[in-house]
């Protein structure tokens, strides 16, 4: 693409924030630690987690970079960023999640494939740019269009940056059509993060951003867009981030039995403790956060101290200070919210959060249920054990 390349090597990556947790340096995937992911409700642009799949791209000059927009056939029109610019700008608060977030605590039970992220895969940024919706609109595809004349369903997002999972090819994603031009789903063709120009980590200078769907659907640094028949058949939407029974291994594994996974499950995770905490006050102040996929508003956050036999409410927000309400006046549907319970604890405990969503789905009780081999969508009940005393160090 003419003003911005993919480096076929890792010399010149962007510089990275020193309290990030590094699970894999090329290409370079890293995660804030656990207390700091819950210090600000919109998450930092340095400590937000980092998920890549080869060398970041380099901008050599922003005014030639242009868009693909394509049909089933030919290109219908090219985009540069003053185009995007001079559609209406929306901003939407939305949480990205990693498809392996808490994949570490997964490998406990079974071993998995993939990078070991603990529970911090996972973000809340302010993105703004143009609605996905506005931008077909450009080329002739009406808002909520379940299909095209010429038999288009889904729109495909193709990167810039190459990978070894497409054999050096590009990054590719799709999503339904009719999602694609729903105004109210809020999908972006992102241009700015908490404020900021899109840095090159999160995808400058162009990313979609798909609101309560698996973080690896949201293409970052934007090649081309395309209307198509069929859902995109990229290895990362056919071989990858589908979700299988425990049953499965690498032996009997038919990848064209299941969907490509998009919604993510409903979320809750311990911010405030590690795994395994010495305590010098009973009392303890049990902090976090929870989410759902598809705008669907987290209802309560259960808190036990008794590994899930007896269990009180924890209190909800978003605003400091105002309480949230699932669907409120003050409720932002695409984001996670914190949680918070006051709590007391005997010699030792094994406080457990799980959380229940608008539609009354619940984390399941225990990861062996859901153990698949790629490690994804570890929803289980989160846990953490703590003990009352003085550390031997």
């Known amino acids: 693409m003419p003003g911005i390349r993919s480096p076929s090597d890792y010399s ?22 656990r207390s700091g992911l819950i210090s600000s409700y919109v998450t930092p642009v340095d400590l937000f987690y980092k998920r890549n799949h080869g060398p970041i791209p380099v901008v050599d000059d922003i005014e030639r970079y242009r868009l693909s927009v394509m049909g089933l056939i030919n290109i219908q029109r090219e985009l540069s960023m003053k185009d995007i610019w001079d559609l209406p700008k929306h901003t939407v608060t ?112 162009l990313r979609v951003v798909v609101p309560g769907v698996i973080g690896a659907r949201s293409v970052k640094w934007l090649d081309s867009m395309s209307v198509i028949a069929e859902e995109c058949q990229g290895f990362f939407m056919q071989k990858d981030y589908k979700m299988f029974p425990p049953s499965v291994n690498w032996e009997n ?29 009973r009392k303890v102040t049990v902090k976090g956060y929870a989410v759902s996929g598809g705008g669907r508003g987290i209802e309560r956050v259960d808190i036990s101290i008794d590994g899930g036999k007896t269990w009180v409410e924890a209190s909800r927000y978003q605003k400091p200070g105002v309480p949230y309400v699932a669907d409120g006046p003050y409720s932002e549907k695409w984001a996670w919210v914190f949680f918070e319970a006051k709590v007391e604890v005997s010699h030792s405990a094994e406080i457990v959060a799980k959380a229940v969503d608008i539609a009354a789905n619940v984390q399941p009780e225990n990861v062996e249920s859901i153990w698949n081999l790629r490690g994804i969508l570890n929803t289980s009940w989160h846990r953490v054990d703590v003990r009352v005393g003085h550390s031997s160090m």
């Not at 990556?13 to 804030?32: D, M, Q, V």
């Not at 339904?176 to 999160?202: C, K, S």
């Not at 993510?264 to 305590?279: G, M, R, T």
Request: aromatic share 6%; proline share 9%; net charge neutral.
């Open 12 to 33: 010149n990556e962007p510089p990275r924030h020193p309290s990030l947790k590094i699970n894999s340096k090329e290409p370079f995937n890293a995660e804030p630690h």
């Open 94 to 205: 939305a949480t990205l999640q990693c498809a392996g977030n808490r994949r570490t605590a997964m490998s406990k039970t079974r071993k998995v494939r993939g990078v070991g992220w603990d529970i911090s895969a996972i973000g809340n940024a302010v993105w703004a740019g143009a609605k996905l919706a506005d931008v077909l609109e450009l080329v002739g595809i009406p808002k909520l269009s379940n299909s095209t004349p010429s038999g288009g369903k889904h729109v495909e997002f193709v990167s810039i940056d190459r990978c070894k999972e497409e054999n050096g090819g590009p990054y590719k994603a799709s999503i339904p059509l009719i999602q694609a031009t729903n105004p109210e789903a809020d999908v972006l063709l992102a241009y700015e993060m908490n404020g900021e120009p899109l840095n090159r980590d999160h995808g400058y200078p």
């Open 253 to 281: 594994i038919n990848w064209s039995t299941r969907r490509p996974q998009m919604d993510f499950p409903v979320q809750s995770a311990i911010c405030s403790l590690e795994d395994s905490n010495v305590l010098k006050d």
